[in-house]
RNA sequence: CGGAGCGUAGCGCAGUCUGGUAGCGCGUUUGGUUCGGGACCAAAAGGCCGAGGGUUCAAAUCCCUCCGCUCCGACCA
């Protein structure tokens, strides 16, 4: 492929709406242009990558059994009404109609679509297990789009599916794409960890986020570098050791005046935030719950949510928090709040806890000196982890701190269970005709996002620097000298010898100076640069180098070596 | 949805406060000189100044409305 047959438009400047180093490389290496807020158009360059990326994503899944299918984007709505989706998703959904005012939805995902599929092929276990995938867009109405193609209206996911005769089976299926995953990701020249994640509105049993590490990343992780142990912050657990609490003397109130939020009652009294006992009232399933954590710390209301079983958990409104308690926002506390027999559950790090301050229930009121034992009501059994991990944090499994990561996820695994097989009966029958339901599993990886996240994790000041597996040309070949038909010879003879030993190679072949043609390929980021000259020429031959490596590694060599020797670099 | 910032040539920006012929750099076209890490000279093309309304003799500039983009936040007491 020559250079001034492609679309390719490279940028001097960093755009305007770009703040990562990955998305303003997309740009600028005239990888995608955007349309509108969250919405990308692939450039030639952009969409080979691409393209490598799913076909690497597609012969490891073949490789593990799974059977590609393409199912529609435009979703009828009855499928999400009977999941309960159809509410669940709420705004995150894009919603239309058709003419007849038959109302549907844009797949933001496929789980109703799949499971009503094999429900309608499969009847018998000898059908089983079945795990069938498609590269398909998908459609969210983001809150708020950004960083490119992390986080757009509409991305190409590879969404898998398993289908299983019971949950020891469903295992099976599951080690089979994790294992897939780990593939995927270090062929796409990623490295990628598996983190341990909640289930979200998807639901289910348990899952597997794939992480790249990078400082842009919108994820939370915590990482043991002990043991391993790494967890989304959504979900990850910590060790508490117990509080050994002085006896303290009775608690008595203190007046704070305009004192609402820890900072300000902190600076108020002088005492560091950790003191406080920070208590908030939450309505699960429109009941109101008080929930108490150290001043310090932030409640995890993925943690909250799954501790009170509750469907939906969100703050209480002014109302509610003043009839729980008997005051207003700010002066909540655990000890005799206004409504008798209010639920109270605290984060186990204030269990034994004394000499904590709280709120008095009373506007402008605080209780020092609270012991929470002596004190509060809350139960044995309502003292868990609900706080959000920190750093430093004591890990679940060593014992040993924490870390904190931040990571884009670009995969996620989930055992499913039976959650859509139940709401589709979808069931097959044994071998003595007894009918059971399906166990499920699912799949996702964000193709434009991978993409993104290769550059996040492979750039420089000069560019992306590709992994040879994805790069959109492996080789440049920088002619620099176009109009020397001898010199013109040499490139176009390589660019045939490599094409025919399977490299895929793009000629530099303007007319422009040497310099801009370098910059360019170090912008965006072949992993082979050969340089063609007529210098380079009368010196012995072709100048080839690594993008990852500088030009003190750059070697002449012989024209009729050259394809063994850019093969050589490939490796 | 709340707050902030920004919309001027393909891209990056100045001009707006203080109204008076729409500019700069990159890119593009043509000619010439150059030619191994974003060359130089000359000439040229390219803009409904986001859209609509108002004020004024006169609006990119002042006022109003809307639209778009980016960032922060979305109830942590």
Known sequence: MKWTKMLIQTLRDDPQDAEIDSHKLLVRASLV???????????????????????????????????????????????????????AMGPNMFKLRDRAEKPYALGPTAEEEVTDLVKSIVSSYRQLPVTVYQFQWKFRDEIRPRFGLMRSKEFMMKDAYSFDVSMEAADASYKAMYDAYVRIFARCGLKAYPVEADTGD??????????????????????????????????????????????????????????????????????????????????????????????????????????????????????????ASGANAGSVGPVKPAKAGLRIVADMSLKGATGRIVG???????????????????????????????????????????????????????????????????????????????????????????????????????????????????????????????????ALELESALESAGVDVLVDDRADRPGVKFKDADLIGFPVRVVVGAKGLANGGVEVKRRDQDKSHMKIVPVAEAVAAIKALLA
């Open 33 to 87: 242009k955007k349309l509108s807020g969250g919405l990308y158009t692939f450039l030639p360059l952009g969409l080979r990558t691409f393209r490598k990326v799913e076909n690497i994503i597609r012969e490891e899944l073949d490789r593990a059994g799974a059977l590609e299918v393409v199912m529609p984007i435009l979703q009828p709505a009855e499928l999400w009404k009977q999941s309960g989706r159809w509410e």
């Open 360 to 490: 008095a229930n009373k506007d402008d009121y605080h209780l020092k000196n609270v012991d929470m034992a002596r004190d509060t009501t809350i139960a044995e059994a309502d003292y868990a982890d609900l706080v959000i991990a920190q750093a430093g944090d004591i890990c679940p499994r060593c014992g040993k701190p924490m870390d904190l990561k931040r990571g884009i996820e670009v995969g996620h695994v989930f055992k499913l269970g039976t959650k859509y097989t139940d709401a589709f009966k979808a069931v097959y029958k044994n071998d003595q005709l007894q009918e059971s339901v399906m166990v499920m599993g699912c799949y996702g990886i964000g193709v434009s996002r991978t993409v993104q996240a290769v550059i996040e994790q492979s750039h420089d000041r000069d560019g992306i620097i590709w992994p040879a597996g994805v790069a959109p040309f492996q080789v440049v070949i920088d002619l620099l000298d176009p109009a020397d038909e001898s010199v013109a010879k040499v």
């Open 202 to 323: 998807i639901g289910g049993k348990f899952s597997h986020e794939f992480h790249v590490l990078a400082d842009a990343g919108e994820d939370g992780i915590a990482f043991c570098p002990c043991c391993g142990y790494a967890a989304n912050l959504e979900k990850a657990e910590r060790k508490v050791a117990a509080v050994a609490g002085d006896p303290c003397p009775a608690y008595e109130e203190v007046h704070t005046p305009n004192a609402k939020t820890i900072d300000q009652v902190s600076a108020f009294m002088g005492v560091p935030g950790s003191a406080f006992v920070k208590s908030l009232i939450y309505s699960a399933d429109g009941e109101p719950v008080m929930v108490c954590v150290p001043g310090d710390r932030d409640v995890n209301e993925v943690k909250l949510k799954h501790f009170l079983e509750a469907g939906k958990l969100e703050l209480a409104d002014y109302e509610m928090v003043l009839a």
